[in-house]
Structure formats: structure tokens, C-alpha cells
């Protein structure tokens, strides 16, 4: 099957020619993150008008190529977390305090905000490329700061009184290494789970995990931040060094470390996101507790060599992370770009247009030159489009649902036609 056809595919959206049995068309595998099965390969659905018209003149084409879910349900998903995270407030907050005192916990809230900042510049880096509804990103950080919190205070006691302790240091190793890692990671990742079982359609593959994942890490790690922060101030005899010395090792060495914790169970989600079944998310949520918890547990556990295993163990697992991330990122462009060329051979985008669609390069071009005429929302609003049209076909050819992903590809299909109306008009 041509991927550049100068005429839109007439056939009907199911072509008996290319029956689901035969061979799947070249590239049709871009990445092992978007891998098809040939028995589950189909033609993207014929465009039946006519040729369409890039939406962008051919020289900006040409730099271009040179540069190369219902609201109901999100509404509801965001009122019930709305509603659970500001009842978690009269939990949360009274045991701040407590801990804390008034002054400790303003300068603790103040201090909590730089590292926090840093994990949400990493979250946007990380989404920037199919951004999630800000809805839900609000979901997902209310949970970390507020209900994963209350989850924690809550289990917690019930989970020491099932053990024996012969002292005060013994409960405390105890705490850190086993109820810590356990409970605090049930906890956050619950959120994770509630997503992807009632936001399904912005719950795409592993990066959208990790984009959830950081965000409840960072929530989570921000209220947490005001309690030790908070309590190096109240709890301390000499509180200007003790809180230094706990702010450079929470939030200079450690800002990262609730987000690589939970990243590892919101990637191994979002790999089962991709298969569409819910008995195999609950798994995956069960599944991906247990490398969050032992990357937890192997922080906590460090002791008397903590500066060895810091430089020896938790900067290249940092750095792992990172690259895990970057390769994350080029395996979802690449996914992106071969799902729109499919869409290219059946009509519905011009070859060059793909190149704008689904490049770094390529949009910004769209957007600079959309901008120039007053249309760069429309613009965002196309690309935006086509990137969860692309998410969609991944989803028809993962085999599952099929008939539900083909009703929504038709409605998102007739949304790309108005909205590149939009943008030319």
C-alpha cells in the first residue's frame, strides 16, 4: 500500500482487499511501543470527498520537511476528585500543623514550591507533545498533595499494629522501609489506577502514565516536603541549619525521587493501557507496585553510606530515567508520524502535511505561520487532533474494542475536516 497516493483512497472504510489476514504494509511497526499483530491490521477509513487541501501554503510545507474519552466522565472524575481532595484537607492540614506549627508550615509550604516546581517543568517537557486535559493534570496533583496523603494517614496505623517491635529505633526502621514504600505507593498510584479506568481515552501508552505519575509524585512529594521542611524548623534547636541541611537533601539530591518511584508503575500502566482491557490495567496496577516500592524502600534503606549509594545507585537510576523518558518520547513521535501517514494514504492528510502534523519542526511551523493570520489557536487545536487521532488508530489495531475505537475514529475524522476549515478559512 503506497504511503504517498496522490489521490484520497475511494474504498469503503473496511477494504476487502486488504483483509485483516494480509500482510501488514511497510512501516506499519515504526517502534516496539506501537507494535501491531498482522491479524489485527486494517486500513485507515477512505476519505470520500474530495482531494483534501494542506492547510498550510507548500513553501512553509516545504520548511517543514526540511526542519522534520466523554466530558461527562471527565467532569465527573474531576468533581469526585475535587470533592475527595478537600475533604483529605481536614485531615491533612490539622496534621501539618500539629507537626509543624504555624510558622514552620508557612515556610515549609513557601520552601516546597521550588523542588515541586521542578517536577512540573518535567512534566510539561515530558507532555508537551500530546498535552493531557488540564483537568485532569488537576486530578492527578490533588490526589498526590491531598487524598494520597489522607490514604497514608489513615492505613498506616492499622498496617504498624500487625507487627512487634522491641524499640522505638526498630518501629522506626520499620516505618521507613517497609510501611513507607508499601502504603505511601498504594496510595498514589490508586489515583493512577481511578485514571485509567474512567479517562481512558487521555490515558493513551506508557508516557501519558508517566506524565500521571509525576504529577500525583509531585503533589505527593510537595505536602510531604512541608512536613519535614515544616518539622526541621518547629522540632529543632538550631532550625536556620537543620531545615538547610533537610532542604538540599529533599529538595536539591531528591526532588525526582516520589516521581521516579511512582513513574515506574505509571509506565508499566500505560503499557497496558495500550492493550485496552480493564482486567489487564488492574494487573498492571498490581504489577507496577512492586518496582515503585523497591526503589522506594532501596532510598529509605540508605544509611551510614548514603553519599556512595546516592552517586553509585540513585544518579544513574536518574539518569536511566531520563533516557528511559527521551526514548519514550521519539518511540511516540515516530508512532504518531506513521498512524497520519496511513491516514495520508487514504486521503484524509497530504504527505507534506504529515510532516507538519506529527515534526517538532514541522509545528512549529504550523503555528508560526498559523500565527501570523490570527488562527494559531485553530492551528494548536489541529495539531492536538491529530495527535489523539493517531492515539486512536493505535488503539483499532491493538484489536480490542475494535467497533467502539471505529466509532470515535469516524467522529474524530469529521472534527479534522472542521477544524482544518478553521484554520483555512
Do not use: C
Not at 489506577?193 to 509524585?217: K, Y
Not at 515506574?264 to 492493550?275: D, E, N, P, S
Amino acid at each position: 500500500m503506497s504511503m504517498y497516493p496522490r489521490q484520497p483512497y475511494q474504498g469503503p472504510p473496511e477494504d476487502p482487499h486488504f483483509g485483516r489476514s494480509g500482510p501488514l504494509p511497510r512501516e506499519a511497526n515504526p517502534s516496539w511501543m506501537g507494535h501491531v499483530e498482522p491479524e489485527n491490521y486494517r486500513p485507515a477509513p477512505g476519505h470520500q470527498g474530495r482531494p483534501v487541501n494542506a492547510v498550510v501554503p507548500p513553501e512553509f510545507q516545504g520548511a517543514a520537511v526540511r526542519a522534520a474519552r466523554t466530558r461527562g466522565g471527565l467532569l465527573g472524575l474531576t468533581v469526585a476528585g475535587s470533592t475527595l481532595a478537600f475533604l483529605s484537607l481536614f485531615l491533612v492540614v490539622p496534621f501539618l500543623l500539629s507537626n509543624t506549627g504555624t510558622a514552620g508550615f508557612l515556610i515549609g509550604f513557601l520552601a516546597s514550591l521550588l523542588p515541586l516546581s521542578a517536577v512540573l517543568l518535567a512534566v510539561y517537557v515530558i507532555d508537551k507533545w500530546e498535552p493531557e486535559p488540564k483537568r485532569l493534570l488537576f486530578f492527578a496533583f490533588t490526589w498526590g498533595a491531598a487524598v494520597s496523603i489522607a490514604v497514608t494517614l489513615l492505613i498506616q496505623p492499622f498496617f504498624v499494629l500487625t507487627f512487634q517491635f522491641s524499640d522505638v529505633p526498630d518501629l522506626q526502621t520499620y516505618m521507613a522501609t517497609v510501611q513507607a514504600p508499601i502504603v505511601e505507593e498504594f496510595a498514589k498510584s490508586l489515583g493512577l489506577l481511578l485514571l485509567l479506568l474512567f479517562a481512558r481515552r487521555h490515558f493513551d501508552g506508557p508516557v501519558d502514565g508517566v506524565v500521571f505519575a509525576f504529577t500525583i509524585a509531585g503533589g505527593f512529594a510537595f505536602t510531604e516536603n512541608i512536613l519535614y521542611f515544616g518539622r526541621a524548623i518547629a522540632e529543632s534547636a538550631s532550625p536556620a541549619s537543620d531545615f538547610a541541611q533537610v532542604f538540599f537533601l529533599r529538595g536539591v539530591m531528591s526532588p525526582f525521587a516520589h516521581a521516579i518511584f511512582t513513574g515506574t508503575t505509571g509506565l508499566i500502566m500505560g503499557f497496558a493501557a495500550r492493550r485496552w482491557h480493564t482486567g489487564a490495567s488492574v494487573a498492571a496496577f498490581v504489577v507496577g507496585l512492586l518496582p515503585a516500592m523497591f526503589l522506594h524502600n532501596r532510598w529509605n534503606s540508605m544509611g551510614q553510606g548514603f553519599l556512595v549509594d546516592y552517586i553509585l545507585v540513585q544518579v544513574p537510576i536518574f539518569f536511566l530515567a531520563v533516557g528511559g523518558i527521551i526514548l519514550l518520547r521519539v518511540a511516540e513521535k515516530r508512532l504518531t508520524r506513521q498512524r497520519l501517514l496511513e491516514y495520508s494514504a487514504a486521503g484524509w492528510f497530504t504527505p507534506a502535511e504529515v510532516e507538519l502534523l506529527a515534526t517538532l519542526g514541522g509545528r512549529r511551523t504550523a503555528l508560526s505561520w498559523a500565527g501570523g493570520y490570527g488562527r494559531k489557536r485553530q492551528m494548536k487545536e489541529f495539531l492536538k487532533a491529530a495527535t489523539h487521532l493517531a492515539n486512536t488508530r493505535q488503539r483499532i489495531l491493538s484489536g480490542r474494542d475494535v467497533q467502539l475505537h471505529q466509532a470515535e475514529e469516524r467522529q474524530q475524522l469529521q472534527r479534522i475536516l472542521a477544524l482544518r476549515a478553521a484554520v483555512a478559512a
